[in-house]
T-cell receptor
Framework: DAGVIQSPRHEVTEMGQEVTLRCKLI?????LFWYRQTMMRGLELLIY????????DSGMPEDRFSAKMPNASFSTLKIQPSEPRDSAVYFCASSLDRGKPQFFGPGTRLTVL | AQKITQTQPGMFVQEKEAVTLDCTYDTSDQSYGLFWYKQPSSGEMIFLIYQGSYDEQNATEGRYSLNFQKARKSANLVISASQLGDSAMYFC?????????????FGDGTTLTVKP
């Protein structure tokens, strides 16, 4: 079985540009998590969905960030406009059910110049 | 609210020895899951081991075991016969099983260095 798939793996963009990160869940999983990891702040939960419904987006830094699940197997995280402080590794993770472990994608390394 | 505490920012262990990485947690949920992840320098997050709150036996996966002490709210990871490839950051995490639709919380991590 394929694991969580993220694209792109690396993204370099200029300040002010729109960035879209993509994630494909493991088939059958119903929970989706977006995380951001930096040296300064560690691993931060941005938002998570359960059965396509956003449950908690309190970790989303500001209105420049938005996340969607247009269907049960796919999600996007959009940053518009991007800023240098958004530079980080963004992980997507999926899980089968409440209380069960999450499986992480390989991450997208974002650099905003 | 959920909370995970990993009190050891860094740990050293001699190759082939066992090492324990500490993790304590706090939750008001009766049903929850506890997990450990490994993050090597390459950056990927690798799921290692899972313990359910109602599991009576400690979880084991190869050289990994989870020392689950529910009354003390601790979920320490034990790595036996350490290998150089075990050098990595290790995260303890938990996920609610009933409330909060399965909210997840991670600790700050412990960096393990295995010495030859």
């Amino acid at each position: 079985d394929a694991g969580v798939i993220q694209s792109p793996r690396h993204e370099v963009t200029e300040m002010g540009q729109e960035v879209t990160l993509r994630c494909k869940l493991i088939s059958g999983h119903n929970s989706l998590f977006w995380y951001r990891q930096t040296m300064m702040r560690g691993l931060e939960l941005l938002i998570y969905f359960n059965n396509n419904v956003p449950i908690d987006d309190s970790g989303m830094p500001e209105d420049r960030f938005s996340a969607k699940m247009p269907n049960a197997s796919f999600s996007t995280l959009k940053i518009q406009p991007s800023e240098p402080r958004d530079s980080a590794v963004y992980f997507c993770a999926s899980s089968l059910d409440r209380g069960k472990p999450q499986f992480f994608g390989p991450g997208t390394r974002l650099t905003v110049l | 609210a959920q909370k995970i505490t990993q009190t050891q920012p860094g740990m050293f262990v001699q190759e082939k020895e066992a090492v324990t990485l500490d993790c304590t947690y706090d939750t008001s949920d009766q049903s929850y899951g506890l997990f450990w992840y490994k993050q090597p320098s390459s950056g990927e997050m690798i799921f290692l081991i899972y313990q359910g709150s109602y599991d009576e036996q400690n979880a084991t996966e190869g050289r990994y075991s989870l020392n689950f002490q529910k009354a003390r709210k601790s979920a320490n990871l034990v790595i036996s016969a350490s290998q150089l490839g075990d050098s990595a950051m290790y995260f303890c995490a938990m996920r609610d099983g009933s409330t909060n639709a399965g909210k997840s919380t991670f600790g700050d991590g412990t960096t393990l260095t295995v010495k030859p």
